[in-house]
Nanobody, 124 residues
């Protein structure tokens, strides 16, 4: 069982940036794809970005494409989400997650382990 701990959330003004970090422990990290999902108030959880086991392939939801960047450092067991040009619509709890397989993941059902989440609030 992998343990995932997110950090880096907070309050930011529209147009600002935040970098989320996810520390993984408990299992071989580099074997599986990783991703970030978010759940806004009254909304379903949605995958915003994912990365393959080696970092060479990435997926972004249309809503964040061009603004968010996912990366991973397998040597440090870390996954990152750089979020730029933030909008009030990005307000949500952001979760780090481990995929069931080695590739990219586009659906929340394809993740098998989740962190506790970190809250991001974007003010207008």
């Amino acid at each position: 069982q992998v343990q995932l701990v997110e950090s880096g959330g907070g309050l930011v003004q529209a147009g600002g940036s935040l970098r989320l970090s996810c520390a993984a422990s408990g299992r071989t990290f580099s074997t599986y794809g990783m991703g970030w999902a978010r759940q806004g108030p009254g909304k379903e959880r949605e995958v915003v970005a994912s990365v393959s086991w080696g970092g060479s392939s990435t997926y972004y939801a249309d809503a964040v494409k061009g603004r968010f960047t996912i990366s991973r450092d397998n040597a440090k067991n870390m996954v990152y989400l750089q979020m730029n040009s933030l909008e009030p619509e990005d307000t949500a709890v952001y979760y780090c997650a481990e995929s069931r397989g080695w590739g990219m993941t586009t659906g929340a059902a394809d993740f098998r382990s989740w962190g506790q989440g970190t809250k991001v609030t974007v003010s207008s």
